[in-house]
């Protein structure tokens, strides 16, 4: 069964480091999605790819964030620098198209702990 | 904008016991319903969802939904659960109309199952 790849699972880093998160989506979908989830919250959109493009990053603080998509495939997000305030699960999500039908497929997400 | 409302953020239920969690949104326009499950140190999975039709949806381990416009909202139930069922779940909505609609989603309930 297709599944959302993500790396690393568990990430530790000090404040002011930079940091980086892979996601790599089911073969063949257009549509990624990069989630922060705050414990004890629901997931907040951060940043949604269409392809290559961009289409939605009004949430991602693009101060310290930054996201790639170059060959519309595979996927980075990046914080620097990491501040204590970032640690989260970060989860990545991909669908076969942008509509508010289409299921989203979820990864296992990326645990940052920033000290 | 979209909101999702879960008021319970933990029930605490016996094995075999029935269980409803709740879910109410407000929205300006019509939206579709979802409701994830997740489990510890997992990403999320889709359970059900609510697009058109019957408002009354199931998935396959026995939970189902009911969508109630008038009051906006979209409760889980079941009516026997396992110790399996353990996880917290997500209620998300998602705006019908065209473009690049993101998924709001509540703040989660942790459903613990007590042998």
């Known amino acids: 069964e297709a599944e959302v790849a993500q790396s690393p699972r568990y990430k530790i880093t000090e404040k002011s480091q930079a940091v980086a998160f892979w996601c790599d989506p089911i073969s063949g979908h257009a549509t990624l999605y990069w989630y922060r989830q705050i414990l004890g919250q629901g997931p907040e959109l951060l940043v949604q790819?269409?392809?290559?493009?961009?289409?939605?990053d009004s949430q991602l603080p693009k101060d310290r964030f930054s996201a790639e998509r170059l060959k519309g495939v595979d996927s980075t997000l990046k914080i620097q620098p990491a501040e204590l305030g970032d640690s989260a699960m970060y989860l990545c999500?991909?669908?076969?198209?942008?509509?508010?039908?289409?299921?989203?497929?979820f990864g296992p997400g990326t645990r940052l702990t920033v000290l | 904008a979209q909101s999702v409302t879960q008021l319970d953020s933990q029930v605490p239920v016996f094995e075999e016991a029935p269980v409803e969690l709740r879910c109410n949104y407000s929205s300006s326009v019509s939206v579709y319903l979802f409701w994830y499950v997740q489990y510890p140190n997992q990403g999320l999975q889709l359970l059900l969802k609510?697009?058109?039709?019957?408002?009354l949806v199931e998935s396959i381990n026995g939970f189902e939904a009911e969508f109630n416009k008038s009051q906006t909202s979209f409760h889980l139930r079941k009516p026997s659960v396992h110790i399996s069922d353990t996880a917290e779940y997500f209620c998300?909505?998602?705006?019908?109309?065209?473009?690049?609609?993101?998924?709001?989603f509540g703040t989660g309930t942790k459903l613990q199952v007590i042998p």
């Open positions: 790819f269409q392809d290559e493009s961009v289409v939605d």
């Open positions: 999500a991909s669908s076969l198209e942008a509509g508010g039908q289409a299921e989203q497929f």
């Open positions: 609510y697009l058109s039709g019957s408002t």
């Open positions: 998300a909505v998602r705006p019908y109309s065209g473009g690049y609609q993101k998924v709001t």
